[in-house]
């Protein structure tokens, strides 16, 4: 193991905010007087404006700052500004908030993260930085860089501490990057969290091995596609080209790739923002700049097995590329981040790495080849890609965030464990939008990993997971569950509202899901469920969203978009209850 040393480098802020500042989630809002009133001035000033007007609602204090993060415009006029938060100078972790503005810019109401002031009880440090540095070098076992102080305003309360980035991280698989938050006066350490989302957990890993159970995924058939030819027009090059792809779980596709000379491709989709796979030759690499880049003779990628480095890369680069036409076409998401930027994934990352990652410090997708023991081939499966890519949505909205991380790697809490089901949500999402009869769309996740239970999680009935012991209601004991496992409450809630309960079959698979008091809950269908959900994720939550307040807001995204009396917003009550989760048994602030 390697020795925990000290590496300076400097720390960029946490929080980004979308170039544009727009986020036409749904629909931009209408030309007329609302929209006129609207942009009257500025939706940023006036929702700052309106943060400190309320401060008794919002929270904000004096000696804070307000730095938009993302701007969402409804099609009625509304507006919902996203702000991350600092105090006399220092960021602010989990002050970020959401203020809600009428088509007039009038003040309509908060989400907040914190529900206590920010104001930490000092503000002079006991440890130096160069302590914090250390501790945080050895919680993290790898190379920290400056520490800068932050008020950390979780668990409840603020204190003064400092926020330590530590690269090639041993407690991260394949040597990651870890956050690390050290409380300025005891020097305690007051969370320690991966920057990257990992699919597979350290838990289910252990579990696994200990069953003597081998991730074998299913690799699908290369057929061709009829019709499917390589072609680009002649001329100036870059130029446009359409190529296939021989992949290992999809069969062949189409991909649209960059020609740049008469006999020379390259795996870059320009027509989705020059969206882009490279391989990192078998190098933990979180720099997509040193990617090699994949290249090709014919425009035909692959050949649908792994002897071909780049068979992988055509899986990746057709989960990303489905990845964002779910999100544009579905709710006018333009990227990940809804700045018009492509997503990028790296494959043959690492050496005999079991897993595959959403990579925040990178910005990509990372897949290892896996390890040749427990896991047979790289996880470079369409729901899986998915899922990830989903966590990096997650990122640039409500960034939620796990409670805990224990000296594993595993991670515990509601709102990690709302991540966790957003991105299974999410994901199967994408394999109903790409409805690849290779791969047929369906609630399961990972049904193609070639595990004993033939799934990883399942969204009807999560408990049936056996492997990481997902739980189908809530229960106070979910406060404080491994993410994976506890993601099935909100997981389970998101199908009951899409198909209702009872036994049914849906494509090719045959779903019988229950209900917490046995009492029967009538879907309303898969569309109408998902746009509520991603509405409530843009809209409605924040950082320290639980399960109590994903019901919230859920509730508020229906009664948005279908009114508060409306079938759509009694069946969202009703799925939250046949899970357990109600307005009666919310626990009281601080759990």
């Known amino acids: 193991m390697r020795r925990p040393h000290i590496r300076r480098v400097a720390i960029a802020v946490a929080v980004t905010t979308a170039a544009t500042l727009q986020g036409p989630a749904f629909a931009a809002a209408p030309d007329g007087p609302a929209r006129a009133a609207a942009s009257a001035s500025s939706p940023v000033a006036a929702a700052r404006a309106a943060a400190f007007a309320h401060a008794s609602a919002t929270g904000v204090s004096q000696g804070d700052t307000l730095q938009a993060k993302d701007v969402m415009t409804d099609p009625d ?44 009880s000092t503000v002079e440090a006991k440890l130096t930085p160069q302590q914090a540095e250390r501790k945080a070098a050895d919680a993290a076992k790898g190379e920290a860089g400056s520490a800068r102080l932050v008020v950390d305003a979780r668990d409840g309360a603020a204190a003064l501490a400092y926020q330590v980035l530590v690269t090639d991280s041993d407690t991260t698989e394949a040597g990651g990057s870890r956050t690390v938050v050290v409380d300025a006066r005891s020097g305690r350490i007051r969370s320690n969290t991966p920057d990257s989302d990992e699919f597979i957990s350290p838990s289910l890993a252990d579990t696994l091995r200990e069953r003597g159970e081998h991730v074998s995924p299913q690799t699908g058939t290369a057929t061709g596609l009829a019709g499917l030819t390589s072609t680009a027009a002649a001329g100036r090059y870059p130029a446009t080209a359409t190529g296939s792809g021989a992949s290992l779980f999809a069969g062949k596709v189409a991909l649209t790739t960059t020609r740049t000379a008469r006999t020379s491709y390259l795996l870059k989709d320009p027509t989705r923002w020059n969206t882009e796979t490279r391989d990192a030759k078998g190098q933990e690499l979180e720099s997509f700049a040193r990617g090699k880049k994949f290249t090709d003779g014919d425009n035909k990628w692959g050949t649908g097995t792994t002897s071909s480095r780049a068979t992988a890369a055509v899986d990746a680069q057709y989960g990303i590329t489905k990845t964002l036409d779910f999100y544009k076409k579905t709710f006018g998401r333009k990227g990940i981040k809804n700045n018009s930027a492509g997503a990028r994934g790296m494959v043959h990352f690492g050496n005999k790495v079991g897993n595959a990652f959403w990579d925040s410090m990178c910005g990509c997708m990372l897949y290892g080849d896996g390890d040749g023991q427990w896991f047979k081939k790289p996880l470079v499966v369409l729901d899986v890609t998915g899922h990830e890519l989903t966590h990096g949505v997650v990122d640039a909205t409500a960034a939620l965030e796990p409670t805990r991380v224990d000296e594993d790697g595993n991670q515990y809490g509601e709102p990690g464990a709302l991540n966790e089901s957003l991105a299974d949500i999410f994901g199967s999402n994408v394999e109903f939008s790409a409805n690849n009869p290779k791969n047929p769309p369906n609630y399961l996740v990972g049904e193609k990993l070639g595990l004993d239970q033939k799934f990883l999680r399942r969204l009807d009935h999560p408990s049936l997971d056996l492997l990481e012991e997902a739980i189908d209601y809530w229960s106070p004991a979910a406060y404080d569950t491994e993410v994976h496992a506890g993601s099935g409450v909100s997981s389970h809630a998101y199908y009951l509202l899409a198909e209702g309960s009872g036994r049914k079959t849906v494509g090719s698979v045959t779903y019988d899901s229950p209900t917490y008091d046995g009492a029967p809950v009538t879907g309303i269908g898969r569309t109408k469920a998902t746009a509520i959900f991603y509405r409530a994720l843009t809209r409605y939550m924040v950082s320290t969203t639980d399960f109590h307040d994903a019901r919230k807001a859920t509730l508020k995204a229906a009664a948005d978009m279908y009114g508060s009396s409306s079938a759509e917003y009694k069946a969202v009550g009703k799925a939250w209850a046949a899970v357990n989760v109600t307005a009666a048994n919310t626990p009281a602030a601080g759990h």
Request: without cysteine; charged residues 25%.
């Open 77 to 120: 006029g509304k507006q919902h500004v996203r702000f991350v938060r600092t105090h006399r100078g220092l960021p602010v972790i989990g002050g970020d908030l959401v203020v809600h503005l009428g088509e007039r810019a009038q003040y309509l109401g908060v989400t907040r993260a914190a529900d206590h002031v920010v104001e930490p």
